[in-house]
Nanobody, 121 residues
């Protein structure tokens, strides 16, 4: 059992930046992937970014590549999502996940409660 808690979501204006955090605890395996997903109202949950905890390799959705950066702090058991040049289309509930997954949300076993990001003027 892995427990994850996201934080950092808030209301921001287009073009601004925001950093989300996800701290985990419990029976975590270093072979896990740590993913960020988002879900807007009446839309499917979509992949944003993923980092392999063991070696730090990363992958991004085309919609956020060049604007978002995923990273990890091993000592703090935390994964971050740095979001720059935010657009209204980025508005969603952002979730972090852990497990033997990659870009498909169905492949992850553990999920956080989500944090709301709203980009509006």
């Amino acid at each position: 059992q892995v427990h994850l808690v996201e934080s950092g979501g808030r209301l921001v204006q287009p073009g601004e930046s925001l950093r989300l955090s996800c701290e985990f605890s419990g029976r975590f395996l270093t072979s896990y992937a740590m993913g960020w997903f988002r879900q807007a109202p009446e839309k499917e949950r979509e992949f944003v970014s993923v980092i392999m905890w063991s070696d730090g390799s990363t992958n991004y959705a085309d919609s956020v590549k060049g604007r978002f950066t995923i990273s990890r702090d091993i000592g703090k058991s935390t994964v971050y999502l740095q979001m720059n040049s935010l657009k209204p289309e980025d508005t969603a509930v952002y979730y972090c996940a852990a497990g033997f997954g990659y870009r498909d949300h169905n492949d992850y076993d553990f999920w956080g409660q989500g944090t709301q990001v709203t980009v509006s003027s």
